[in-house]
């Protein structure tokens, strides 16, 4: 069931990457127009997606399921980065956010979806929302070695950490939000995708060799993102008595999704090798078409 899901956002993936690879190719997006491309996503997009996830009906037991996926991703999340921090530290920073971070929004949202149903993108949502507050923290810390990416100031006036912010506050004030803003909200949040994949697309065109591809570098980081890590994070969700099977299930199955393609604008943004964390996405994402399905079923057996 997950593996068609799973194909058909890879596919929806590689045309939107298309796009973006004949704009650049065309030049009619420029070198500074795919820097803007990327501060929008940042800035703006992705906290617009993180707001609207938190618009729904506020109830007790939605509470607790709120806290519970948070505190299972946040777990994940732990364990992801202590684990990449480990194998790679501050030699290859790169390799070390690819392996960190998943791509728990454009993949971990479809797959939670179709496994579980509606109810798997709620519980998902938190996952997204502490996935984007890491990147713009630690993994930026990773990334330029900039101790002021994880100072308190910087975390209080991130973007995504305001969103989170007013996240919560629509969830547990039960504000009626008005339509016109949830339409908003809908609207920007709908870019994310198109708006990553199509700057993906440019930075393959940048590409200096499809060779590149075949870099000996990106194997172990994608066996580390695909496999290592995701077993980790089942072993420990295992040994949890938690007993929202549902819940749990979703949470893991972003876990296991693939590096994230937000790698490919951060490494830009903050002047990093840009094209390396391109090849990590692509390569990440064609193998993920077996791993997740595999680790799926494992997880379906045992939890």
């Keep these: 069931m997950l593996l068609p899901i799973l194909l058909r956002q890879i596919a929806i993936m590689a045309l939107l990457v298309a796009v973006g690879w004949v704009l ?60 990449a921090y480990a194998v790679y530290g501050k030699r290859r920073r790169i390799e070390n956010f690819a392996a960190a971070f998943c791509n728990a929004g454009f993949i971990g949202i479809p ?16 996952s997204v929302a502490l996935l984007n507050l890491f990147q713009w923290t630690y993994g930026v810390y990773i990334m330029t070695d900039r101790r002021d990416a994880i100072r308190a100031k910087t975390i209080a006036t991130n973007p995504v950490v305001i969103a989170i912010i007013i996240g919560m506050l629509l969830f547990f004030s039960r504000a009626e939000v008005p ?21 993906m697309g440019t930075y393959l065109a940048r590409l200096g060799s499809w060779r590149e591809l075949l870099d000996r570098r990106a194997y172990g980081c994608v066996l580390l993102r695909l496999v290592v890590i995701p077993a980790v994070v089942l072993a420990l969700f295992w040994l949890l008595p938690v ?7 979703a949470v893991f199955l972003a876990a296991a999704t693939p590096v994230g393609a937000n790698i490919c604008v951060f490494a830009q943004q903050n002047n990093c090798d840009y094209p390396f964390s391109v090849v990590t996405v692509c390569l990440s994402t064609v193998l993920s078409v077996a791993t997740v399905p595999l680790l799926s079923s494992l997880a379906q057996a045992i939890l």
């Design 111 to 126: 797959l939670a979806q179709a496994a579980i149903g509606e109810e798997g993108v709620f519980y998902v949502a938190a």
């Design 243 to 249: 007993s929202n099977t549902a819940l749990v299930m």
């Design 24 to 83: 650049r190719r065309k030049e009619f997006l420029t070198e500074q127009g795919t820097k803007d491309l990327g501060a929008l996503l940042l800035r703006v997009v992705i906290p617009c997606v993180i707001i609207k996830s938190y618009i729904v009906p506020y109830s007790r037991e939605r509470l607790l399921e709120l806290a519970l996926s948070a505190g299972l991703a946040l777990l994940g999340f732990i364990a992801a980065m202590v684990i």
């Design 179 to 199: 339509e016109i803003l949830t339409s908003t909200l809908g609207y920007i949040a709908g870019m994310n995708t198109p708006v990553a994949m199509i700057l």
